[in-house]
């Protein structure tokens, strides 16, 4: 017997119109997130639309030419007015979008947006405030929740990579609208304890979950932070405010221990390994040039011959000496004539001056015989002294006085009788 068959196509068409006459598919109102959006060319939006179980592709057309869909992007939570249909040719069951409404978290997604270019004007985000995360650190301090797979990770990783380094846990509520507000004095408390670094970490989550992580008040918090701070907050591709004012952004909580701990233990053995390599290499290298440098100086003769560092001075030396002796010889030689002339003049000058001056001698001797007191006693004269003073006056003595009389051949004592003064 043989059996009836359809073909795919048939069976395709035959669920189309199941779905199509199912009342309750024919206008449907969906809550889920976009995702994987194209916004084509033609005007129509081709996207996925999902929650935390499945997803559904949907189709809007006409979209792109309505303003008020112009800012849907991928993460926002809608609610989707349509009807459920299925593209026969490639057997795939469609929701047909004919209204968008934006979901509460879609607003939270325009407050994120609108938050982060306020923020990122003010500079807040900028590179040139990013502190550098230490390649060594002693303590690193841990701001997350007290329970859950985040601390578990960071815990392990660091363990695992560079047990040196201690760490402290700073316990957190993570999730909830005091949440922002417990974080931020975990960060206060934590950054005036010396930490080389700090790690804010929690879990995956939904965009509702990890709101906490956009508070403008923790933002500005991290951005005054003394300490470096690296975030590993969710998983790719969530990002959160925290994300761009932190130092350093890790996709996990796992990610951010790897970023916290650039060194391994194994890799600083490592390191140190090559540097003692290259130390050695260079001291051999540098020894081995130095070794051939000496080599080749010894083999210089200076080295080589005693005499070698004096015999050019020794020859100089001696050419010095008779450059010397024979300057000399020929200065000699040549001022001799001068030197007889000058003799001849000296002697010449010699004698006309002793001749010219002879008689002035001769008169200076009569004017010194004239008036040689010696020669006035030969003449029959004397010299009288009164207690060894030549007397020329008589008013220079007085009676009773004793005088000394000097003679030619001798002299004698005398005391005045008598004082007669004469008439000029």
Same mark, same amino acid.
């Given at each position: 017997?043989?059996?009836?068959?359809?073909? %795919? +196509? *048939?069976? !395709?068409?035959?669920?189309?119109?199941?779905?199509?006459?199912?009342?309750?598919?024919?206008?449907? +109102?969906?809550?889920? *997130?976009?995702? /994987?959006?194209?916004?084509?060319?033609?005007?129509?939006?081709?996207?996925?639309?999902?929650?935390?179980?499945?997803?559904?592709?949907?189709?809007?057309?006409?979209?792109?030419?309505?303003?008020?869909?112009?800012?849907?992007?991928?993460?926002?939570?809608?609610?989707?007015?349509?009807?459920?249909?299925?593209?026969? !040719?490639?057997?795939?069951?469609?929701?047909?979008? $004919?209204?968008? #409404?934006?979901?509460?978290?879609?607003?939270?997604?325009?407050?994120?947006?609108?938050?982060?270019?306020?923020?990122?004007?003010?500079?807040?985000?900028?590179?040139?405030?990013?502190?550098?995360?230490?390649?060594?650190?002693?303590?690193?301090?841990?701001?997350?929740?007290?329970?859950?797979?985040? #601390?578990?990770?960071?815990?392990? &990783?660091?363990?695992?990579?560079?047990?040196? %380094?201690?760490?402290?846990?700073?316990?957190? &509520?993570?999730?909830?609208?005091?949440?922002?507000?417990?974080?931020?004095?975990?960060?206060?408390?934590?950054?005036?304890?010396?930490?080389?670094?700090?790690?804010?970490?929690?879990?995956?989550?939904?965009?509702?979950?990890?709101?906490?992580? /956009?508070?403008?008040?923790?933002?500005?918090?991290?951005?005054?932070?003394? $300490?470096?701070?690296?975030?590993?907050?969710?998983?790719?591709?969530?990002? &959160?405010?925290?994300?761009?004012?932190?130092?350093?952004?890790?996709?996990?909580? $796992?990610?951010?221990?790897?970023?916290? &701990?650039?060194?391994?233990?194994?890799?600083?053995?490592?390191?140190?390994?090559?540097?003692?390599?290259?130390?050695?290499?260079?001291?051999?290298? =540098?020894?081995?040039?130095?070794? =051939?440098?000496?080599?080749?100086?010894?083999?210089?003769?200076?080295?080589?011959?005693?005499?070698?560092?004096?015999?050019?001075?020794?020859?100089?030396?001696?050419?010095?000496?008779?450059?010397?002796?024979?300057?000399?010889?020929?200065?000699?030689?040549?001022?001799?004539?001068?030197?007889?002339?000058?003799?001849?003049?000296?002697?010449?000058?010699?004698?006309?001056?002793?001749?010219?001056?002879?008689?002035? #001698?001769?008169?200076?001797?009569?004017?010194? *015989?004239?008036?040689?007191?010696?020669?006035?006693?030969?003449?029959?004269?004397?010299?009288?002294?009164?207690?060894?003073?030549?007397? $020329? @006056?008589?008013?220079?003595?007085?009676?009773?006085?004793? #005088?000394?009389?000097?003679?030619?051949?001798? @002299?004698?004592?005398?005391?005045?009788?008598?004082?007669?003064?004469?008439?000029?």
């Amino acid at each position: 017997m043989k059996a009836d068959f359809i073909t %795919v +196509l *048939e069976l !395709n068409k035959r669920i189309k119109l199941t779905l199509e006459d199912n009342v309750y598919l024919r206008d449907v +109102l969906v809550k889920g *997130e976009i995702s /994987n959006l194209t916004k084509h060319s033609s005007g129509h939006f081709y996207f996925s639309l999902k929650d935390a179980n499945a997803s559904i592709k949907a189709i809007m057309f006409g979209a792109g030419r309505n303003p008020k869909y112009k800012t849907l992007k991928d993460g926002d939570s809608i609610l989707a007015n349509g009807s459920v249909s299925f593209y026969e !040719n490639r057997g795939d069951a469609q929701l047909y979008v $004919t209204n968008i #409404i934006l979901d509460g978290i879609g607003l939270l997604y325009q407050q994120y947006e609108a938050l982060k270019q306020k923020l990122s004007l003010l500079g807040i985000f900028a590179v040139e405030h990013k502190k550098a995360i230490p390649l060594f650190p002693h303590k690193i301090g841990i701001i997350t929740s007290r329970t859950g797979d985040a #601390i578990h990770d960071v815990l392990t &990783t660091i363990k695992r990579r560079y047990p040196l %380094v201690e760490t402290f846990v700073f316990p957190t &509520t993570v999730q909830g609208d005091l949440a922002s507000q417990d974080i931020i004095k975990s960060l206060l408390l934590a950054d005036k304890q010396g930490f080389d670094t700090l790690i804010l970490a929690r879990g995956g989550g939904s965009f509702e979950d990890l709101w906490c992580f /956009n508070d403008e008040l923790l933002i500005e918090t991290i951005y005054n932070l003394k $300490t470096p701070l690296i975030t590993g907050v969710g998983h790719d591709p969530d990002y &959160t405010l925290v994300d761009f004012v932190a130092d350093l952004r890790a996709p996990t909580p $796992t990610g951010a221990a790897e970023r916290a &701990t650039p060194y391994t233990l194994k890799d600083l053995n490592t390191t140190l390994q090559n540097y003692k390599s290259t130390l050695v290499n260079r001291i051999t290298n =540098t020894t081995d040039k130095m070794e =051939t440098r000496l080599n080749n100086i010894k083999e210089r003769p200076l080295f080589k011959q005693k005499d070698y560092l004096y015999r050019n001075s020794a020859l100089l030396l001696d050419n010095l000496i008779n450059s010397l002796a024979m300057n000399a010889k020929n200065f000699i030689s040549s001022n001799q004539n001068k030197i007889s002339l000058l003799k001849t003049h000296l002697a010449n000058n010699f004698l006309y001056n002793y001749r010219n001056n002879l008689s002035l #001698i001769q008169q200076l001797k009569g004017k010194l *015989e004239a008036y040689n007191p010696l020669g006035v006693l030969q003449r029959g004269y004397s010299i009288v002294e009164n207690k060894g003073k030549i007397l $020329t @006056s008589i008013t220079n003595v007085k009676i009773d006085d004793e #005088i000394k009389i000097v003679f030619k051949d001798g @002299s004698a004592e005398a005391k005045i009788k008598g004082v007669e003064h004469g008439k000029n």
